[in-house]
């Protein structure tokens, strides 16, 4: 039984080190490589449970488990690379301030929530939109169904876009400060749309908000595997042609500790707010395993950050996630 469990840990302790090597690659051509990207805090884990088994269960030392010891060890070390700067233990990407340090007129908080086109739990979310009462509220994966269900919020919220679908790409946004400039944009697929608006503060300062949710990077969707984050690089070519404050929120179905700069192929322009913070996954709301942040809020450093964190569940695969920031004038 001993021999059994030992050969089962050599085989689990394999194919999370090749699956952690794999991960390493930098590459768009393959889902299959990409998706590794995902589970770097649960191979982090396995791998550190995984060596002291492994001392404990070698009745010797050849080559070969030196080998298996010295894959395992390094599988810690990638992916602490890749986590590290989603920890306490690094400065914020994104600076801190307390509430009154900031300009109420130039402060707002958003709220980013992926409700699940399925779910139909539409009363306990809106209890969570009104209990927490963001200024800005966008919701992705919104059909008819749930832009009817939502109606309640109409009267907080005087000002919105809207586009439900039932392909799990609509979006409504919620926001009670003025939406000028609006345009809802196709970036890569005539089926996934993205909201750009420019929000007018109380203070009269103007900010880009721009609202995503594109595709991931799985066969089934409307990508193929080659395809390259052709939404999110545009996002970014928009941020950086109008040289203005932004902020970008959605769902990016995407993990950004691959390669941060990736994702909208920008240097020292889009930060994430979540760098020397903490991981706070976003989903899965229904597995404790399966957890990885998903849904984000980036800001040009015009913004200075006061609250970052992640609400209750409410019947979705995500958790809401909530930030209030300050628009430093």
């Known amino acids: 039984m001993k021999k059994l469990f030992f050969y089962l840990l050599l085989l689990i302790g394999t194919l999370v080190i090749l699956a952690t090597l794999g991960s390493a690659i930098a590459t768009e051509d393959f889902w299959w490589i990409k998706i590794l990207d995902f589970p770097r805090l649960q191979f982090l884990i396995l791998a550190i449970l995984l060596i002291p088994l492994f001392i404990w269960l070698a009745d ?64 306990d979310f809106i209890h969570i939109v009104q209990e927490h009462d963001p200024d800005i509220l966008l919701a992705m994966e919104t059909n008819n169904w749930w832009e009817e269900a939502l109606q309640p919020l109409d009267e907080a919220y005087p000002y919105g876009m809207e586009y439900p679908l039932d392909n799990t790409y609509g979006m409504i946004l919620y926001s009670k400060y003025p939406l000028l400039n609006q345009e809802i944009l196709f970036l890569q697929y005539d089926s996934v749309p993205s909201f750009h608006a420019q929000v007018q503060l109380p203070s009269g300062s103007l900010f880009n908000f721009h609202g995503v949710h594109p595709v991931p990077p799985f066969p089934g969707e409307p990508n193929d595997t080659s395809d390259e984050e052709v939404a999110l690089v545009k ?95």
């Open 235 to 329: 996002v970014g070519e928009m941020v950086e042609a109008l040289g203005q404050p932004a902020v970008v929120a959605g769902d990016l179905n995407d993990v950004a500790w691959a390669q941060r700069e990736r994702l909208f192929e920008t240097e020292g322009l889009l930060y994430d707010t979540r760098i020397g913070r903490g991981i706070i996954p976003t989903f899965s709301a229904k597995s404790w395993i399966a957890a990885w942040p998903l849904d984000y809020v980036f800001v040009t450093n015009d913004f200075a950050l006061i609250e970052l964190k992640r609400l209750e569940e409410f019947g979705s695969d995500h958790y809401p996630l909530y930030t209030k920031i300050s628009l430093q004038e």
């Open 60 to 123: 010797d030392w050849g080559f070969w488990k030196v080998f298996f010891l010295i894959g395992l060890v390094a599988t810690i070390i990638i992916q602490c690379f890749y986590l590290y700067p989603y920890t306490e233990l690094v400065d914020p990407a994104v600076e801190g301030i307390a509430e009154e340090e900031a300009a109420p007129a130039s402060t707002f908080d958003l709220m980013v929530a992926n409700v699940y086109m399925h779910n139909r739990q539409a009363e």
